[in-house]
């Protein structure tokens, strides 16, 4: 299989991971959600190749995760804002944060505390049942067939 047919597989990961799953489109989804819009302050923070940076750009945009406002009339010059696909891409940087955070720290502790602006408090993210909110743990979950694993294979059948 070639890497381009990745998002064609009925299945979840492999979907996303073919429109977020290189580094560049993680590193510039976690600038966004630090509040990062414009290109020269995202090619200024990430260090990456003005060619790598518009390529990922584009595919964000294209893809609905980012959007691009225009911030100056004159030159048509962009800010990228995270659209509400973008946005529900939180738990994901949140999930990564706190993995590296717990494993790839060396000794050191985080790097970034995340304040709940609600209660104040710093936090960790904890993935929770969205039926019964208990926290998950990997060993408590099943998986079973869905409808969308039937409907693609009885989309690629051939007649």
Same mark, same amino acid.
Request: aromatic share 8%; net charge positive.
């Given at each position: 299989?070639?890497?381009?047919?990745?998002?064609?597989?009925?299945?979840?990961? *492999?979907?996303?991971?073919?429109?977020?799953?290189?580094?560049?489109?993680?590193?510039?989804?976690? +600038?966004?959600?630090?509040?990062?819009?414009?290109?020269?302050?995202?090619?200024? +923070?990430?260090?990456?190749?003005?060619?790598?940076?518009?390529?990922?750009?584009?595919?964000?945009? +294209?893809?609905?995760?980012?959007?691009?406002?225009?911030?100056?009339?004159?030159?048509?010059?962009?800010?990228?804002?995270?659209?509400?696909?973008?946005? *529900?891409?939180?738990?994901?940087?949140?999930?990564?944060?706190?993995?590296?955070?717990?494993?790839?720290?060396?000794?050191?502790?985080?790097?970034?505390?995340?304040?709940?602006?609600?209660?104040?408090?710093?936090?960790?993210?904890?993935?929770?049942?969205?039926?019964?909110?208990?926290?998950?743990?990997?060993?408590?979950? +099943?998986?079973?067939?869905?409808?969308?694993?039937? *409907?693609?294979?009885?989309?690629?059948?051939?007649?």
């Amino acid at each position: 299989m070639k890497i381009s047919d990745v998002g064609n597989q009925p299945c979840s990961v *492999a979907r996303t991971l073919s429109v977020i799953g290189d580094t560049w489109s993680m590193m510039i989804i976690r +600038n966004a959600f630090l509040g990062i819009r414009r290109f020269d302050d995202f090619h200024k +923070n990430l260090g990456v190749t003005r060619h790598v940076l518009t390529d990922r750009l584009n595919t964000l945009v +294209n893809e609905g995760i980012l959007h691009k406002v225009p911030y100056t009339e004159t030159q048509k010059r962009f800010e990228y804002r995270l659209t509400e696909k973008g946005l *529900a891409l939180y738990p994901i940087i949140m999930s990564i944060v706190h993995w590296g955070d717990t494993f790839m720290d060396k000794g050191l502790g985080a790097p970034l505390d995340y304040v709940h602006e609600t209660c104040g408090h710093a936090f960790h993210p904890v993935m929770v049942c969205s039926e019964c909110s208990e926290p998950l743990s990997p060993k408590q979950v +099943n998986v079973k067939v869905g409808k969308g694993l039937y *409907a693609y294979h009885s989309q690629t059948k051939t007649v």
